[in-house]
T-cell receptor, first 111, second 113 residues
Framework: QQQVKQSPQSLIVQKGGISIINCAYE??????FPWYQQFPGKGPALLIA?????SEKKEGRFTISFNKSAKQFSLHIMDSQPGDSATYFC??????????FGKGTKLTVNP | EAQVTQNPRYLITVTGKKLTVTCSQN?????MSWYRQDPGLGLRQIYY???????DKGDVPEGYKVSRKEKRNFPLILESPSPNQTSLYFC????????????FGPGTRLTVT
């Protein structure tokens, strides 16, 4: 099974709050888990990524938490800002050939 | 500037009229791929190419063709478009053996009436 399940579909957060987006996968052959940020009218852009041998990766306000045994990973956006309002996609890479995406989360950060 | 370009950016066409969406990258990447994005479905891979003359099907290849005659170009061909191919299309590229997520083009919004 090559699906990646993402939740929630939409998320509204107040400025300064924490945004949390969750993803789950089934195929243990996935070996790379990137997150993409997409603004309206633009293509997805890589935000942060993690390998399954690491439990957490932090880059600025963005953190990926990875739970290999549960086959789940999540994106945390600390101190969320209105400029973070975008659609976020989790993905899983399959032997560097096939990138499987979640269905996306539309994040709105209210000022 | 390193980039993936797509043309056209917007296209309205009629059922059955063959069309080609071009994709070009200037980063000398071996791997190129096409995705379609539909509301509520995320991005789904149509075709990918590991190098020149090497292509393979993604998850939703029906109704599409691709070719990879040059390293920098990876056109998407719809020989007989149908309304269910109305979508937002993205081309992407990355260097083989890397897993940094790749570069995406700006997208092509296709409407088939």
């Amino acid at each position: 099974q090559q699906q990646v399940k993402q939740s929630p579909q939409s998320l509204i957060v107040q400025k300064g709050g924490i945004s949390i987006i969750n993803c789950a996968y089934e195929n243990t052959a996935f070996d790379y888990f990137p997150w993409y940020q997409q603004f309206p009218g633009k293509g997805p852009a890589l935000l942060i990524a993690i390998r399954p041998d690491v439990s957490e990766k932090k880059e600025g306000r963005f953190t990926i938490s990875f739970n290999k045994s549960a086959k789940q990973f999540s994106l945390h956006i600390m101190d969320s800002q209105p400029g973070d309002s975008a659609t976020y996609f989790c993905a899983a890479d399959f032997w560097s050939e096939k990138l499987v995406f979640g269905k996306g989360t539309k994040l709105t950060v209210n000022p | 500037e390193a980039q993936v370009t797509q043309n056209p950016r917007y296209l309205i066409t009629v059922t059955g009229k063959k069309l080609t969406v071009t994709c070009s990258q200037n980063m000398n990447h071996e791997y190129m791929s096409w995705y379609r994005q539909d509301p509520g479905l995320g991005l789904r891979q149509i075709y990918y190419s590991m190098n020149v003359e090497v292509t393979d099907k993604g998850d939703v290849p029906e109704g599409y063709k691709v070719s990879r005659k040059e390293k920098r170009n990876f056109p998407l061909i719809l020989e007989s478009p149908s309304p269910n191919q109305t979508s937002l299309y993205f081309c992407a590229s990355r260097a083989t053996g890397t897993t940094y997520g790749g570069n995406f083009g700006p997208g092509t919004r296709l409407t088939v009436t």
